[in-house]
């Protein structure tokens, strides 16, 4: 199977890191400590209290090993290196709604760091997909769930 690249901003690569340890050595341990708890108890065999911190621990370890994978498949990107003639991952962007005669500015990030909130967008959004290799001046059409909507690149630079 080929290797499926991670594209993170160092922020975003330290922060995988730090989720890490702190699942392998808060979480393990706590989660660890409640089997033995519930072991203690008696009876497995119908001892709720084992069963869900069992079902914690293999969720715990599914977490891990996804995110060992995904650092181990991460490239940290240099926002130095970035070309900013195209909306790529790594860009802000500025664009108008032309319907509702707003200006927003998005940053084009990978799903792990979006958050609406701060203006980070995916690049595999809707709307990350539609402005990702447009240039400034460009017009798109984009499919949203709440229907479509017409924005215009104004600017495109590295924040």
Do not use: C, H, W
Not at 101 to 124: P, T
Not at 151 to 159: A, G, K, N, R
Request: avoid cysteine; hydrophobic fraction near 40%; charge should be neutral.
């Amino acid at each position: 199977m080929a290797q499926k690249f991670i594209y993170v901003t160092q922020e975003g690569y330290d922060k995988m890191v730090e989720e890490l340890a702190f699942m392998k050595s808060k979480e393990r341990p706590r989660i660890s400590n409640a089997i033995a708890e519930a072991r203690e108890k008696g009876d497995l065999s119908e001892n709720a209290e084992y069963d869900a911190a069992k079902e914690a621990q293999g969720l715990l370890e599914m977490k891990i090993a996804k995110l060992e994978g995904d650092l181990g498949n991460a490239r940290v990107l240099d926002a130095t290196t970035v070309d900013t003639s195209r909306a790529q991952i790594l860009t802000s962007v500025k664009v108008k709604n032309l319907k509702l005669n707003k200006e927003f500015v998005y940053q084009l990030v990978s799903e792990n760091e979006a958050d609406l909130k701060s203006g980070r967008i995916s690049v595999k959004s809707p709307i990350g997909k539609g402005i990702l290799g447009k240039t400034i001046g460009d017009r798109v059409v984009i499919n949203v769930p709440a229907g479509k909507i017409e924005i215009e690149i104004l600017d495109i630079f590295v924040s």
